[in-house]
Nanobody
Framework: QVQLVESGGGLVQAGGSLRLSCAAS????????MGWYRQAPGNQRELVGT???????NYADSVKGRFTISRDNAKNTVYLQMNSLAPEDTAVYYC?????????????????WGQGTQVTVSS
């Protein structure tokens, strides 16, 4: 079983910064794409950005230039540095990962979600 655990959410004033972390644990063989999504009340979950195992990144237009995704492959951890936060960034932020895990001699490909962490930006 693979688990993703996010941390780092909270309340911040507009213009401030937060850094989210998401650590994967379990019988992990390798992790391919990792990413961050967010869901505001009444809205669908939307992509914030992704990062490949080699480090290449992709961002939603709404966060380009403000948010940065990075990862530490040795720690199976992905980070989201959020700068210049605005009230419209308020949402529950979820991490996501494509993971190859093992059970004995059998390998499994799976897509996993974290439990989410609340980010609230006050005006």
């Amino acid at each position: 079983q693979v688990q993703l655990v996010e941390s780092g959410g909270g309340l911040v004033q507009a213009g401030g910064s937060l850094r989210l972390s998401c650590a994967a644990s379990g019988r992990i063989v390798s992790i391919n794409d990792m990413g961050w999504y967010r869901q505001a009340p009444g809205n669908q979950r939307e992509l914030v950005g992704t990062i490949r195992s080699g480090g290449s990144t992709n961002y939603a237009d709404s966060v380009k230039g403000r948010f940065t995704i990075s990862r530490d492959n040795a720690k199976n951890t992905v980070y989201l540095q959020m700068n210049s936060l605005a009230p419209e960034d308020t949402a529950v932020y979820y991490c996501n990962a494509d993971v190859v895990s093992s059970r004995g001699m059998v390998y499994y490909n799976g897509n996993y979600w974290g439990q989410g962490t609340q980010v609230t930006v006050s005006s």
